[in-house]
C-alpha cells in the first residue's frame, strides 16, 4: 500500500511565486491535514480537512489556501511565497476521531523560499 | 487538546528498556494518551494510544497512571533505529466535542547507544 504520499518531495521557490503541495491517501479516509515544521519545532497544523469538499483553518493558516475536491487527495497552495514559508510540510490523513484511530503520515515536502 | 510536559532529551543503552514519561494534568475524562515517533527527516510514525488501561503493541507498552495524569511509553529493548523525537498527545475522540486534531509538543529526543 502506497499510504499517504506527497508531491514534490523537494521543492526551491523564488520569493513571490507561486506553488502547490500535493498529498494522496489511498486509504479511503475521511479526515486529511497539512501540518509545517520548522528546525527544533513540533509539527504545526496549517489546514485540515474532514470530508470531501470540506477544509478548515488550523493554527497557523495565514499565507496558504487548501482544496479537497476529491477525498483521496487535498491540496495546499501558496499564492505568493515568503522567505518565513521555508519547511518542511507533512501531510497525513485519519479516520474521523470517533473512531479514535491513528493519523498516517506522509514523508514531507522540503520547501525552501530565497 | 490537552497540554503535555515531556523532558527535552533522553539517553538509552542498546538492549536497555527506554522509559519515555509524560505529564497530562490537564487531560479530561475522554481524552486519549498517543504517541507518535519521528525519525530523522521522516513523517511521524503512530506508537501506541490509550484511554485509561495499559495498552501494548508489538512496538512498545503504554502505561497510564490511575489518575490518568502521567503516562510512560516504555520501549522493551531499544535498539538503535529507536533514536527519534518521541510525542505524547492527548486528543478528545468524541465528534461531539468539535474537530479534534493532533497537537505536537517538541517531544522527547531519545537517543539510543551501542
Known amino acids: 500500500n502506497a499510504g499517504v504520499t506527497q508531491t514534490p518531495k523537494f521543492r526551491v521557490l523564488k520569493t513571490g511565486q507561486s506553488m502547490t503541495l500535493l498529498c494522496a491517501q489511498d486509504m479511503n479516509h475521511e479526515y486529511m491535514y497539512w501540518y509545517r515544521q520548522d528546525p527544533g519545532m513540533g509539527l504545526r497544523l496549517i489546514h485540515y480537512?474532514?470530508?470531501?469538499?470540506?477544509?478548515a483553518k488550523g493554527e497557523v493558516p495565514d499565507g496558504y489556501n487548501v482544496s479537497r475536491l476529491k477525498k483521496q487527495n487535498f491540496l495546499l497552495g501558496l499564492e505568493s511565497a515568503a522567505p518565513s514559508q521555508t519547511s518542511v510540510y507533512f501531510c497525513?490523513?485519519?479516520?474521523?476521531?470517533?473512531?479514535?484511530?491513528?493519523?498516517?503520515f506522509g514523508q514531507g515536502t522540503r520547501l525552501t523560499v530565497v | 487538546d490537552a497540554k503535555t510536559t515531556q523532558p527535552t532529551s533522553m539517553d538509552c543503552a542498546e538492549g536497555r528498556a527506554a522509559n519515555l514519561p509524560c505529564n497530562h494534568s490537564?487531560?479530561?475524562?475522554?481524552?486519549?494518551v498517543y504517541w507518535y515517533r519521528q525519525i530523522h527527516s521522516q513523517g511521524p510514525q503512530y506508537i501506541i494510544h490509550?484511554?485509561?488501561n495499559n495498552e501494548t503493541n508489538e512496538m512498545a507498552s503504554l502505561i497510564i497512571t490511575e489518575d490518568r495524569k502521567s503516562s510512560t511509553l516504555i520501549l522493551p529493548h531499544a535498539t538503535l533505529r529507536d533514536t527519534a523525537v518521541y510525542y505524547c498527545i492527548v486528543r478528545v475522540a468524541n465528534l461531539n466535542s468539535g474537530y479534534s486534531t493532533l497537537t505536537f509538543g517538541k517531544g522527547t529526543m531519545l537517543l539510543v547507544s551501542p
Open positions: 490537564t487531560i479530561s475524562g475522554n481524552e486519549y
Open positions: 480537512s474532514v470530508g470531501e469538499g470540506t477544509t
Open positions: 497525513a490523513s485519519s479516520y474521523p476521531q470517533g473512531r479514535n484511530t491513528e493519523a498516517f
Open positions: 490509550g484511554l485509561k
